[in-house]
């Protein structure tokens, strides 16, 4: 009660307490008066013009600690840090240094292009507002061209983009009625969140009186949803908030799965904290000092909102973690230091335009807030957020009939956190506004792209476009399908060849090239080293597709569809009205779709499909929906497989009757791209075309291994947890150890990370073998036939990997056993396939990649392309690679085309002279 008494105390003693700041404002060099600056108090609506004798005055109830912030056009701001502790009047004065560096207006324009507009616009939703907030559309800034951006690359640390502005930023935020100067000191948006922080003057807009009523109306609710409320009611003990509930988050390494039920988890995994339970203490200078005994889950009780993370609660919720276990605040809840507090959730979501002036104070005492209210009800924006777009090129600008074609290439995410989600195949055509000629479809691996086909040798010669989309693609607009231009023409002729410009195409990259010659008895041998810089000369990281052509033999085009062009694609935002019926899924691999059939009107149409490849080389189960429709995805093999398909009951018998339905190809597109080019006879005697596999290895590497182990067999990474020896004796059975690991035994599930879907039990290898097809009781009996004494390690992933295939996609469960091999007798078993439907299904084109390294005892001939890396990447913004070159050769193109780490797109053409 002491204590209490002792905060009311402090927190009274503030309230009613005007103080005034005194002062004059200067320039530095001469010491005269400045007329008409800007003084005032940082995050507040305090503030003044200096009068002709450069003189302020300021009063107000004000915080504890302050900015005063004193400005002037073309003059260096000056801030000043202030502790007010009770004194009545404070004496400042400001001297202003001229700003020598300051841009003008036109200049400052002159530096936007495409590149700066998307900075812009990525600025406006970590700074202004989420693309979801009805706030969003009534609040700008009215001088955008003052900010500029950087992109900051930090030696062992993470890089950032940077923003900086030479004048302060000017915004109307006519959502709660402010007109506002913001002067950023620093805004960084990194890979793993963002921050900005800069002194803020805010001047209230007066309005029609509806308006004003609006506005009062806004600023309450948004003073009621914030971190400072919820300061204050801890500061004050009001346990009985209308607004607000806060709970203990128990850390997740509790022996238990959580739930997405709030009965369920409450008293478990959330523990209800009454304010008055929370420790705060005075500091002895009008702030407090609030201790958090970990991470605290906070629930807005009057905002409705719609969350993924209860099934059962409907309102907005946050998370608040303090990383020193505190943090301080002024009597007013005013973070002191927003550093010490990590705000996620709703709160998470506060942008400018939702900060109130610290000295707002509402006129309600309570508001019920609604979702419909605070989120634009946009379709459009939220499917922009799940596109996807690939970027492809060639090897060469055209080709010949016959000829082998090699692609590389990208894909852009209009959200790149959705890319390990998105698809996983990607789908090329080759079309004319007539017809779908030939279709292939290739892996995409860490968002790269890498493939290649043969032409017929009887094609017709013409314009063609290469078209690439991924079958979620689909779901979208045809702008969201990308097209090649594709030129096939006559052998007898060549395109007249353009003049190269020997520079960059586009970006601020800086690539350079060093390159030495050696002989050797078949072939020379080029060591070529690439450097990337950016525009500070500091070594980049890029990754890119490299190609090297003949350059006598193989014309420079310059290709319209270059990676710049399609970066535009982030430019056009879907409609408001946008709609889809979402027919098409995601990819995750080789994917299966089809319908079952019962044998009688007693059975469901809802069934687990069973998808096997070939004699168990993979393998995996779904359900079919209530019309017997399925959709099988995540298999992962090239040609052509034999797929058994059925539904089967508890003792894995077949019924009923399945059939499988090819995936439907989008119609030939109405226009394709189209380069121009005049022809020219091409020499006989040099009519050479690209061919794949025309090196013949003279040498079988073939490797002995005496056991099969995992990363011989799939080649996958370390699992995503693993447990050791020491950690797993600490438990009495294997079924607690996969407990601790997010696993649960009684469901044979883990946790919601197949989205819900009804997929069978997690694949089980133990000791490099796998077990498939352990359902219910049978794969139970297989976890119970261990102890943890007899197990070296344990490891799981809790995704399906493209190199699991289907069996992977419910999880994978690793067992690496002491004795090692406890049950190899019943491991080979065989797939018995009666009753099964057999379909030949296509899997990834099966082509043969580009050989770099020929035999050194056989003659290399003259070939149009000389070296093609689809995957090029950079190391310490190196690349190297030691190119064989066909003696004969007189000049080489090298194109090098792709994006740095941190977006930005280059494009460069290299001719050298041999």
Known sequence: MRLILLLLFFLVQGLGFSQTIIGTVREKSSGLPLPFANVFVSNTTFGKATDKDGKFRISGNLPQEIEVVASFVGYITEVKKVSIRGQSEILLDFELSFNESNLSE???????????????????????????????????????????????????????????????????????????????????????????????????????PEQEEARDLARDENYYSSIRYLNQSILLNLADTKHFRIYHAIPD?????????????????????????????????????????????????????????????????????????????????????????????????????????????PKTDFVVGSMTEEVVHDQGQKFNRLREKPWITTNKPYYYPGEAVWIGGQMLYQEAIWSDTLSRVIHVDLVTPDSVFQSYQFPIENSRISGGFVLPSDLPVGNYALRAYTNWSLNYPASDQFHLEFPVIDPRYKPKPENPVEDSFMGSVEVTETYSISDSLSYRVMD?????????????????????????????????????????????????????????????????????????????????????????EDFG??????????????????????????????????????????????????????????????PTESQFLDTSGDYILLEEFVKEVSKENLSDRYGYSEPDRVMDENSIKLSTTLCDVLQRMGFNCRSQRFGN??????????????????????????????????????????????????????????????????????????????????????FPVPGFTDFAPFLKNPPSDQYLRRKPTIYWEPVAETSNGQFQSKVKVPYGTKSIHIRVEGRSDDGEAFSKLIKIEL
Do not use: C
Not at 330 to 359: E, F, K
Not at 570 to 595: A, M, N
């Open 106 to 208: 036109i200049e400052l324009k002159a530096k936007r292009d495409k590149a700066w507009e998307r900075e812009f616009r990525r600025f406006e939703e970590v700074f202004l507002a989420l693309p979801d907030d009805s706030y969003k559309p009534k609040i700008e800034i009215v001088n955008p061209w003052v900010v500029d951006f950087e992109k900051v690359r930090v030696q062992n640390g993470a890089n950032y983009l940077k923003a900086s502005a030479q004048e302060p930023i000017k915004i109307i935020n006519r959502a709660l009625g402010y007109e506002i100067d913001y002067y950023l000191q620093d805004f960084r948006v990194l890979r793993v969140g963002s921050r900005f922080y800069g002194q803020v003057f805010y001047e209230p807009i007066q309005g029609e």
């Open 253 to 361: 390494e509790l022996d238990r799965v959580r739930t997405n039920d709030f009965t369920r988890e409450l008293n478990k995994s959330i523990i209800p904290i009454a304010n008055d339970s929370i420790l705060k203490r005075p500091l002895g200078d009008g702030n407090f000092r609030i201790f958090l005994p970990g991470r605290m889950e906070i629930h807005h009780l009057d905002k409705e909102w719609r969350n993924d993370y209860y099934t059962n609660i409907y309102h907005a919720i946050s998370w608040i973690q303090a990383p020193n276990g505190y943090y301080d605040v002024d009597r007013n809840g005013v973070l002191l230091n927003p550093t010490q507090l990590v705000l996620s959730g709703y709160l998470g979501r506060q942008r400018m335009a939702r900060i109130l002036p610290l000295d707002f104070e």
């Open 528 to 616: 070529l080293e690439l450097n990337f810089l950016d525009e500070f000369q500091n070594p980049l990281e890029a990754k890119f597709v490299i190609t090297m052509t003949d350059a006598e033999e193989v014309s420079f085009l310059k290709p319209k569809s270059d990676l710049e062009s399609s970066l535009n694609w982030f430019d056009k935002t879907l409609p408001k009205d946008f709609s889809s019926e979402w027919s098409r899924q995601i990819e995750y691999g080789i994917s299966v779709q089809g319908e079952f059939i019962p044998a009688n009107r007693r059975q469901s149409f809802s069934q687990r499909i069973t998808v096997v490849r070939g004699d168990l």
């Open 621 to 682: 189960q779904v359900k079919s929906d209530s019309s017997g429709r399925f959709w099988a995805t995540g298999l992962y093999y090239s040609g052509t497989a034999q797929i058994a398909i059925a539904a089967v009951n508890e003792k894995s018998q077949p019924f009923g009757t399945v059939n499988w339905i090819p995936m439907s190809k989008p119609s030939p597109p109405t226009l394709i791209p189209t380069l121009e080019y005049d022809l020219i006879s091409r």
């Open 753 to 838: 990370y197949t989205y819900g879907e009804r997929t069978g039990s997690p694949l089980l290898i133990i000791d490099g073998f796998k077990y498939p097809f352990l359902e219910g009781g049978e794969f139970k009996e297989m976890l119970d036939s261990f102890v943890p004494q007899e197990l070296e390690s344990v490891g799981v992933y809790t995704y399906g990997n493209m190199v699991f295939g289907m069996a992977g996609y419910a999880g994978v469960i690793v067992l690496k056993t002491k004795r090692g091999q406890k049950f190899t007798v019943d491991s080979d078993r065989k797939f018995n396939s009666d009753g099964f439907g057999i």
